[in-house]
DNA sequence: CGCACAAATTTGATCGATCAAATCTGTGCG
DNA sequence: CGCACAGATTTGATCGATCAAATTTGTGCG
């Protein structure tokens, strides 16, 4: 038989389609015998509105757009994977679907929200960074199109803009803090903070955290000497961390995995004595679960969620009249979140040293 | 002013609506001169066509749906991100788009199916892995919904099912094969294998690519020794790598980068005076590049457009009684690519061994 | 000139849902 | 008994495109 529709479920049944329609949009309009009814009656013949049709009249697709950057920038690699999931999962689970696309520049990504929203008609967008003065954020808040952004929008000093779009960022200072604080515990003193020359404000704030919390234990006048930047590769993490150890540093927090696995097999081969060389990472990367290296641990499947949230909100907002039922508070605009240091024992690899063939 | 519509413009211009569909989806029914006015516009207009009423009339949402699987199974990681994003601007390129959607299993995604079916209408599926007897696979060949495999239909006995529909895959003994011819041009005869335990086909697909390449080398009687599996990890590799080592190989091809890695380390230490340790890994992650590992690259893009190219043909053959123009020659519907060695020389880290302070 | 016939264009119906307004039911109460 | 009025259900129009069939325009030629 063929798939059936509003009108052909009603026929069945002897009723109007507006009442199935009610019965699935507005379940108190109708009463409860016939609503009984009527739902058994749609999931015995598996009846599901076409969100064609029901986008046609509404003017809503129950989509959100999110553009595909060619990898290696922005987020990538695993950690893009897993934000990606959490996203899918999150927009599924709240009715939405997620539609992805290609641009070459932010300017193209304009005409693609243009074309998408006219074409698709894409109930929103996610962003995965965001620059000060954006010209993609500018266009989506002239147009009203809501959107939600995954990162801060710095401005040009490296400070925070006052923004006034929805973004979730990860707080990364407090995730150095943390780590340092996890080096202190383990008895370090000379903790140093291996950067990237990268400018990028990403960078500077979790450098940030690491001085927050040097100063807070009393260790601020190591500071100086006490940071360095290098190239963002793991030779440059080697060199880096070998400059810092000529200085006098026994711990190392890095703004990067790759950084802290070029520092690690540094002091490694420096310290051949120590047992676990004290490096943290940044991003826990597979690679750093791989070779048993702590590191800093972003939450972006809450990021993601809490995307899906504000978006949802800000739709559910607009379409009925009276918000639903209670009031329901609104999900933060702004939020920053707190990642966590996963604390890793290093593995046998180097701990069997010089073990015969 | 609001977005045009078929109607407003049709009222602007004082022609049909029709006429304007046709200037759009069948030019060549309009008079040339007609055709330039109403093309010109179009364009001045900004006039795009609404998917949602066109996919109403022509029960085509131009859409591709895809599971994304929870991280860490499957294809994954950077592979994965190139994959995705080529499969999406391959889609793109030929007017159709792609929509995430997540599983919990097989079964639950074929829930999934029913309803992107039912709901969105989408026009077909990629899946990134199949077994023998996939229960996915037949259901959807069942269904008659187009749809295209990444991955070979291994069968229990890891050989290669006669599955009638479409797939693609990367030829991994081709990649090992070359791999060691790569290691033999640069002096070595013994090659080892290090694979993992995972009793699963596509390892012992690469491993029968050694093995060919062996033998045609006449190192063939050198081959039981000199095939070994560890666990998927890098100590895994570590270890595995002792082992040869232990039985005279100079040189390891191996099954996944994260093997190679650990057998890289340990061949360094093993002979501090080398100054490349001879590994290739598997699957050119940004973890192999950073560590200027070897490792067999594979056409991820390639495949991904290809599986593109399946899917429209099949749909576009379906849709107008007489296929396009040019018979348009149809893409091959099981594909097997080649990948290649990425040769790379390791970075100075190890090289630096023991410099002083 | 006029007819046949192809090319070009238009008309009305339709896809499958929701909206807004109309109609039908049923209950309370003077 | 009958009227008002809220609750339940139905009706007709509409979203924006394409399809199939009808109509108009144009061309060749006896």
Redesign the interface.
Known sequence: MA?PTLASLARELAVSRQTISNVLNAPHKVKPATRERIQAAIEAA?Y??????R??RTQR?M?FGMR?????DGI???V???F??AL??AA?AAGY??????ADSDSDEIRQYE?LL????LDGFILTSSTPDDVRTRWLQERGTPFAVFGRPWDAAGGLTAASHSWVDIDGAAGTEQAVRMLLAQGHSRIGFLGSYTGNPVGADRRRGWLRAMDAAGYGRDVPALSVEAEE???GG?SGA?LL??RGATAIVCSSD?LA??AA??LR??RPGTARPAVVGFDNT??AA??GLSSVAQPVEEAARHMIRVLTHELAGDGTGAASNPPAAPPERQLLLAPHVVERVP???AA????P?
Chains 1, 2 share one sequence.
């Open positions: 798939r598996g599901r509105p076409s969100a064609a049709a986008q046609l697709s989509n595909l950057l060619p990898a290696t990538n690699g695993a893009l994977d897993r990606l999931h899918t999962e599924q679907r997620l539609t992805l696309f290609c074309e006219d074409v698709a008609g590769t793991v030779p080697a070998a150890a000529s790759s696995l070029g097999e540094k081969e420096l597979p690679v791989a070779l593995l046998p690899l069997t040293g010089s073990s063939a």
